[in-house]
């Protein structure tokens, strides 16, 4: 599957998902993010997003711009990023202070060779960190960012590809597990 497909299983009421998707996944609609680091943010956020077709469809668009090791570098951002955002959302929104000074115990190796640059994996991060809802992750990437000297205009993109990413997947999900139902009452 290809996003042109993917597109055109978005419904016509959401069709702003489909022109913001064209929007976010180019230089253009998203300043301040080189091809490679739109892939890899993409990537990233299709895997965190759960939708099968739509991560086999940007896998195939990243396929064509990223390296072996730069799709297994986003791929490694979505898997820890799936673990870490559940920890470090339970820390930092639970009310007992205890927690936080509890060492984490998680490991997290990949951090340190990802495959794809640092800063593309913080990218990454930051935009799964974005869809999982983790406030903590995302004040820890976004800070890390701006220390190398990301742009915000560049750190706003990855997390406007997330969010597109998302709405689509849930758009494209809930659009057809209501297809049977719409016409079983007709």
Same mark, same amino acid.
């Given at each position: 599957m290809n996003l042109e497909a993917i597109k055109a299983r978005i419904p016509d009421y959401a069709k702003d998902l489909r022109l913001n998707l064209d929007s976010v996944l180019s230089e253009s609609g998203a300043p301040g993010l080189s091809p490679k680091q739109i892939a890899i943010v993409a990537l990233a956020s299709a895997i965190a997003a759960r939708h099968q077709p739509l991560t086999q469809a940007v896998a195939v668009q990243a396929g064509a711009v990223l390296t072996p090791a730069e799709l297994d570098g986003a791929r490694a951002a979505a898997a820890i990023m799936a673990m870490n955002n559940i920890y470090y959302r339970f820390?930092?929104? &639970?009310?007992? =202070?205890?927690? #936080?000074? +509890?060492?984490?115990? $998680?490991? +997290?190796? @990949?951090?340190? !060779?990802?495959?794809? =640059?640092?800063?593309?994996?913080? $990218?990454? /991060? $930051?935009? @799964? =960190?974005?869809? !999982?809802?983790?406030?903590?992750? $995302?004040?820890?990437? *976004?800070?890390?960012?701006?220390?190398? *000297? &990301? =742009?915000? #205009? %560049?750190? #706003? /993109? %990855?997390?406007?590809?997330? %969010? @597109?990413?998302?709405? @689509?997947a849930v758009t494209i999900e809930q659009a057809e597990a209501a297809a049977p139902s719409v016409a079983e009452a007709a």
């Open positions: 820390t930092h929104l &639970v009310e007992e =202070s205890e927690y #936080q000074t +509890m060492r984490a115990g $998680l490991r +997290m190796n @990949v951090m340190a !060779n990802p495959g794809c =640059s640092k800063i593309d994996f913080e $990218l990454a /991060s $930051l935009a @799964v =960190s974005a869809i !999982n809802g983790c406030g903590k992750c $995302l004040a820890s990437h *976004e800070k890390t960012l701006r220390k190398h *000297e &990301v =742009s915000a #205009q %560049a750190i #706003q /993109s %990855a997390v406007r590809i997330a %969010a @597109v990413i998302h709405g @689509v």
